[in-house]
């Protein structure tokens, strides 16, 4: 982990596994990314009591966002992540069109950010750290991930081991460079709201969504009924983005 941006102090934390030194540190990893519009009152509805309202954008839509990882070098070792995340602002903050400009800021100035609704990982040192440091919704699963020159395929299995809870895959052409977009996460902790700031780095690519649909399983797992609530079952994406060399830091959440 030679890299300059790699190159920060880190802090001792505990967690009921033993020690995490934080900022966690992400030196290697694929990421793919699929963005869909969804309606702006199924999403209020998911945001209920949590101090966020959605990012608004013209036409009352809000944004999801579908995050595949596959973190092949960190600081608390390999594994895989998935999260939905609806794009949001805490409440009463501006959140008219102009607002989404946020979302291109650097994530220290600024007030947008994603509520994660669900954050599957593949290991279980990443489940119990990022529900007990930072109070993520993760749970454990496996994470299959293929990001080929042409075409993606990722999937959310079920704990249980039946069906996949969820599918992406499709065809797709990678056609414009873009920004590695820094990360605000909103969460909540021992009763407090915690923001999280997640520096990223790495060359993205973007493309329209081309063939890829996401595909929810007929079961009744959280993720999938939090999906399946803002009617993205069967849904294109408006944009779908990658990055082959994805770095990253995740930093300690700070109260709000």
Not at 17 to 32: K, Q
Request: net charge positive; glycine share 14%; charged share 20%.
């Amino acid at each position: 982990m030679g890299d300059d941006f790699l190159g920060v102090e880190t802090l001792e934390a505990r967690t009921s596994m033993g020690p995490v030194r934080v900022p966690i540190l992400y030196a290697d990893g694929t990421a793919l990314l699929a963005f869909f519009w969804v309606d702006a009152v199924r999403a209020r509805r998911l945001l209920e009591g949590s101090g966020l309202e959605p990012l608004r954008f013209p036409g009352r839509r809000a944004l999801l966002a579908l995050g595949f990882y596959d973190y092949r070098d960190t600081t608390i070792g390999p594994y895989h992540e998935v999260g939905s995340a609806l794009a949001v602002v805490p409440t009463g903050a501006p959140s008219s069109g102009i607002a989404v400009m946020g979302l291109l800021r650097a994530g220290r100035r600024r007030s947008a950010g994603y509520r994660i609704l669900d954050l599957p990982v593949s290991t279980p040192l990443a489940d119990v750290g990022g529900r007990e440091l930072w109070g993520l919704p993760k749970f454990l699963t496996q994470l299959p991930l293929r990001v080929g020159t042409s075409s993606v395929d990722g999937q959310v299995l079920d704990p249980t081991g039946a069906a996949p809870l969820l599918t992406l895959s499709g065809e797709v052409g990678w056609r414009w460079p873009g920004p590695a977009l820094d990360l605000v996460l909103y969460s909540e902790l021992r009763g407090r709201t915690l923001r999280t700031v997640v520096d990223v780095r790495g060359p993205f690519r973007f493309s329209s969504g081309g063939t890829v649909r996401l595909a929810l399983g007929s079961g009744h797992h959280r993720m999938t009924e939090n999906l399946r609530a803002l009617g993205v079952d069967g849904a294109r994406p408006i944009a779908v983005g990658c990055c082959l060399r994805y770095l990253a830091r995740l930093h300690a959440g700070e109260p709000t």
